[in-house]
């Protein structure tokens, strides 16, 4: 709601422009990047309604980045419009104003509503069906794999390492899972790190880890009765060798994991 509710502002501030535009009689062909920035803000938005298709960092940067143009443009022209005539727009400064009172007539408010209605539906409606990743892995069977990189032998130990998020498909073999994990940066942290422990996409366990020990984390999988469960894990930092002047690996390191135990 507000996030709507900002684009809601954007496009109302982008209107309020070209109303006042036409009172200053200030028009000229530079209008038209403004123009070409709104109709692909409007796109995006649009988009939002059919899918999380903005959901990747470059297009997420694109878009805001369009947003940021807009608003810049409409502060240079507004600078313009005070030298042409003060008068006409001093009630177009005043309305943009974020703290005054919005007022919504009936049309606008049922409007409002009906975007929030479909915006949050679409995303209900995903969370409920094939778009789910949770229904695709339980239903379905599809195997959610990722961020855990080959299994590596260090110091006698089998271990794996894991990124800053990563998850894996196991064979439900006991009533507790034992998960022995490590925070091997080299770096000094004032924070420590956190782990946050998924089953089957369900928070179960958060972890706090300060010192560069072994830490045998305890996961209770009473309430699990499939033959397989989707473990996932979720560090608060991550890592890469190469940039610690340690190694050529440019992986990305959450968390060191060690082999899993089942407790019957």
Same mark, same amino acid.
């Given at each position: +709601?507000?996030?709507?509710?900002?684009?809601?502002?954007?496009?109302?501030?982008?209107?309020?422009?070209?109303?006042?535009?036409?009172?200053?009689?200030?028009?000229?062909?530079?209008?038209?990047?403004?123009?070409?920035?709104?109709?692909?803000?409007?796109?995006?938005?649009?988009?939002?309604?059919?899918?999380?298709?903005?959901?990747?960092?470059?297009?997420?940067?694109?878009?805001?980045?369009?947003?940021?143009? +807009?608003?810049?443009?409409?502060?240079?022209?507004?600078?313009?419009?005070?030298?042409?005539?003060?008068?006409?727009?001093?009630?177009?400064?005043?309305?943009?104003?974020?703290?005054?009172?919005?007022?919504?007539?009936?049309?606008?408010?049922?409007?409002? +509503?009906?975007?929030?209605?479909?915006?949050?539906?679409?995303?209900?409606?995903?969370?409920?069906?094939?778009?789910?990743?949770?229904? @695709?892995?339980?239903?379905?069977?599809?195997?959610?794999?990722?961020?855990?990189?080959?299994?590596?032998?260090?110091?006698?130990?089998?271990?794996?390492?894991?990124?800053?998020?990563?998850?894996?498909?196991?064979?439900?073999?006991?009533?507790?899972? *034992?998960?022995?994990?490590?925070?091997?940066?080299?770096?000094?942290?004032?924070?420590?790190?956190?782990?946050?422990?998924?089953?089957?996409? @369900?928070? *179960?366990?958060?972890?706090?880890?300060?010192?560069?020990?072994?830490?045998? *984390?305890?996961?209770?999988?009473?309430?699990?009765?499939?033959?397989?469960?989707?473990?996932?894990?979720?560090?608060?930092?991550?890592?890469?060798?190469?940039?610690?002047?340690?190694?050529?690996?440019?992986?990305?390191?959450?968390? +060191?994991?060690?082999?899993?135990?089942?407790?019957?």
């Amino acid at each position: +709601m507000l996030i709507l509710f900002i684009f809601f502002l954007i496009i109302k501030k982008v209107f309020y422009y070209y109303k006042n535009q036409k009172l200053t009689g200030k028009i000229d062909r530079t209008g038209w990047f403004l123009t070409g920035f709104f109709i692909s803000f409007i796109s995006m938005v649009i988009l939002l309604f059919l899918g999380p298709h903005t959901n990747f960092n470059e297009i997420q940067f694109s878009f805001w980045l369009i947003i940021g143009l +807009m608003l810049v443009f409409i502060k240079v022209k507004e600078s313009e419009f005070s030298k042409l005539n003060y008068n006409k727009v001093k009630n177009y400064k005043c309305s943009l104003n974020i703290v005054n009172r919005i007022r919504l007539e009936l049309k606008q408010r049922i409007s409002l +509503m009906l975007i929030i209605l479909i915006f949050s539906g679409s995303f209900f409606i995903s969370s409920w069906t094939s778009l789910s990743v949770n229904v @695709r892995q339980n239903l379905v069977g599809w195997e959610n794999k990722y961020g855990f990189y080959s299994e590596e032998t260090i110091e006698g130990v089998k271990i794996k390492w894991a990124a800053i998020d990563a998850s894996e498909v196991i064979e439900n073999k006991g009533i507790k899972l *034992v998960v022995p994990v490590k925070d091997v940066d080299p770096a000094g942290h004032l924070l420590p790190l956190f782990i946050r422990f998924f089953i089957n996409n @369900r928070l *179960v366990k958060v972890v706090r880890i300060s010192d560069k020990q072994w830490h045998n *984390v305890e996961i209770e999988l009473s309430g699990c009765l499939k033959e397989k469960f989707t473990f996932t894990l979720s560090c608060s930092r991550s890592w890469v060798p190469k940039e610690r002047g340690l190694s050529n690996d440019t992986r990305e390191l959450g968390v +060191m994991v060690g082999e899993f135990e089942f407790l019957k």
